[in-house]
């Protein structure tokens, strides 16, 4: 069956470094992959889509690679801030879209 | 207008009660979707509709009925929910809803449901 594995529950950092979180899946040959943000008690936000033909996409401070051979995406955040601490969840799929556990991101001032 | 909009924000029911909650959008997307999620989890996709019109019912128990009156609403009707059923209803939109259409999802505030 399709899997999703974002690799950490939480992960903690200093103010002004980057972030990076993990994303792998088995047993799918997705088309893209996105990225959302999550609030406590708030719906995801859409950060970031990435297509399997792009090796990597920027918005702002943010930074997604996409390796189709390694079946694994990275999320990078650089010049992390408090306000940056939140869940972020990697998705797969268009209408049956499959959401990673996420991970927990809280960075310290 | 990019925003989706869940009512109520809360809903405390008791097992026999029926309710319903509503989702809208004015963003002209053809494609809206209900999600459960439970704390600490990631949101599970229970419904989908395409072009007003069920496309995907991820083997939800009938006790939650979903309901797409025009290309903007979406509604889940809710009768006779156990308590496990208490958990964050989360709603979204997207603009594709066929082929390689952009599929991003826009999602609602949710609704906090508590089944006594």
């Known amino acids: 069956s399709q899997k999703i594995e974002q690799n950490s529950e939480a992960l903690n950092i200093q103010e002004g470094k980057t972030a990076t979180l993990t994303c792998n899946y088995t047993?799918?040959?997705?088309?893209?992959l996105q990225w959302y943000r999550q609030d406590p008690g708030r719906g995801p936000v859409f950060l970031l889509l990435?297509?399997?033909?792009?090796k990597e996409k920027r918005k702002e401070r943010l930074k997604v690679t996409f390796d189709t051979t390694l079946k694994q995406s990275l999320f990078h955040i650089t010049a992390s801030q408090p306000a940056d601490s939140a869940t972020y969840l990697c998705?797969?799929?268009?209408?049956?879209?499959?959401f990673g556990a996420g991970t927990r991101l809280f960075v310290k001032a | 207008d990019t925003e989706v909009t869940q009512t109520p924000k809360h809903l405390v029911m008791g097992m026999t009660n029926k309710k319903s909650l509503k989702c809208e959008q004015h963003?002209?997307?053809?494609?809206m979707y209900w999600y459960k999620q439970k704390a600490k989890k990631p949101p599970e996709l229970m419904f989908v509709?395409?072009?007003?019109?069920?496309?995907i019912n991820e083997s939800v128990p009938s006790r939650f009925s979903p309901e797409c009156p025009n290309s903007s609403l979406l509604n889940l009707h809710l009768h006779a929910l156990q308590p496990e059923d208490s958990a964050l209803y989360l709603c979204?939109?997207?603009?594709?809803?066929?082929?390689?259409?952009?599929?991003?999802?826009?999602f609602g505030p949710g609704t906090r449901l508590l089944v006594l």
């Open positions: 509709y395409s072009y007003e019109k069920l496309s």
């Open positions: 990435i297509r399997e033909n792009e």
């Open positions: 047993n799918y040959s997705p088309a893209y």
């Open positions: 979204a939109s997207s603009q594709g809803a066929s082929g390689l259409g952009d599929k991003t999802q826009y």
């Open positions: 998705a797969l799929g268009g209408f049956k879209t499959i």
């Open positions: 963003m002209g997307h053809r494609a």
